[in-house]
């Protein structure tokens, strides 16, 4: 009997082994199992949003039947705040995510190598400072104003393709005379560049 159930389950982990590489070869097949099982996923909470709403509407109803209006609109009331909230949390969400693809793009336009480590880097006063219309567009003027602190700001770092240097770190012996450190660009790209081709 235990060799019998030895055997069932050596035979179970070779066919589950083959399923698993059959799907490994193709991942087309996996991406539309995966496509399905969202599909079910979203289905089902779908139908529990509905059943949700089903049961919240039967105790409306047997609320109003028994006479207590003032629960019913106490209900009703929480129920348009909550949705006000998330309708409020969207909204916020939605422009921030357009505001940060608007600033994206300017940025790789101004030569910014890496736009998400600019956004990073931005504080929320400077996100703050940028004004949006109803339609989600941010305004060019302050979308340029904002380019160019952060272009100052961060010159040090190189995200825009250059870095300014402080002469001084490398070299620490200043002519009698000068009052601030000497600051030169360097073009990192540019060494970069002719030490790959050299």
Known sequence: MEEQTAMVNDQS????????????????AVLAKNRELLGKNKQYKDELDALRDFKSNQELAEK????????????????????????AEEKKQFAYSKFETQLKSKAQVEGCVNPDKLIKLMTAEQIKSVEMDEMFNVNGDDLTRLMGELKDEHSDIGLFGKMKVNSTSVNSVMTQGESEPKTETIDYEAQLRAKNFN
Do not use: F
């Open 13 to 28: 982990d070779k066919s589950t082994t083959e399923t698993v590489t059959a799907e490994v070869r193709n991942p087309d």
């Open 64 to 87: 109003e039947a028994k006479g207590q209006h003032q629960e019913v609109i106490a209900s009703l009331r929480q129920q348009l705040e909550e949705t006000k909230k998330t309708s």
